[in-house]
């Protein structure tokens, strides 16, 4: 273990120490086939590869394995450094500040089809996914508004005063232990869909998160406002004010207002968007994101949000 640790964590010429350069955390899946005489005895649903548990070998009669390796340079970020005697802050997920325990959930999301057209045509050696002609590629604005609305309640972003869930940090050499009762939710609620319902109390129903690309004309020019202590309603109730239909919310704190929204910069049914910025004003709003609007317009008739999803 001594020897691993001096060879997966520190450079040539250094000395040992927990006051990691980097952490980082390598695995390998897949030295072999369940020879088919056990395999017609197992369920397809309950059918695994083995994987190795004391070496790992190149020889083994098993089709070509997966590597994978995660570094993070901590030690571009030893000046933030915060706590107890200024070491590195850094830890696992699962509470482990060493490195020496991931955890992944694969989740197989290819559509067959696709998958098999990409095995076939994508030949560049270099693994460079861009070239290779059988994918519809998004641009970095849509892909960052491709997220899932949260449904646990507890704090994931940002300094973090304990990890989330019940997973405090624990070193070595002991194993590990689970833990219950620290307080932590339990339950998956409904989406936060990251939006205030003002259709009862303002009259104007959430659209989604629109595109304001920066240096390309603002999505609603007609009028802006902006302060420390923005929230919805004053936005809405500043637009509305001054007659405008559309009202949408940018950055924590810019409001902006027009009469239409191009369709290119409307929101998109199916992505959430990047509104994840909570208000100046009020941190259990969202009021937009960086080039993104959290977009309302003034109801005609029914009053009702749109279905993101």
Known sequence: MDFAFKYCFLRAGTALTWILPIIKVTWLTQIGWITANVHQHIPKDLQREPYPISYYSNTANAPASLFYEVI???????????????????????????????????????????????????KDGGGSIEKCPVFQFFDDETRRGCQVPVKVDEQVQGQLDKLPGCNSIQRGP??????????????????????????????????????????????????????????????????????????????????????????????KKGLWGGCNMPCSGSQSEMCGGWAALSLYQKCNGTCQNAELI
């Open 174 to 267: 002991s194993n590990a232990q689970s833990e219950s009762g620290c307080g932590a939710t339990t339950e998956i609620s409904q989406p936060q869909w990251g939006y205030k319902d003002v259709t009862s109390t303002l009259n104007y129903k959430y659209l989604g998160c629109a595109r304001d690309p920066s240096g390309q004309g603002r999505t609603l020019p007609s009028a802006k406002t902006s302060g420390d202590s923005m929230t919805v309603d004053t936005c809405i109730k500043h637009c509305d004010g001054k007659g405008f239909a559309y009202a949408g919310l940018e950055y924590a704190k810019e409001c902006w207002c027009g009469n239409s929204v191009a369709d290119d910069r409307k929101p």
């Open 72 to 122: 993070f340079n901590v030690n571009d970020f030893k000046d933030k450094w915060y706590g107890e005697n200024d070491t590195q802050p850094f830890v696992l997920s699962n509470g482990d500040p060493t490195g020496y325990g991931l955890h992944g959930d694969f989740v197989n999301g290819w559509d067959v089809n696709v998958l098999q057209a990409a095995i076939t045509q994508c």
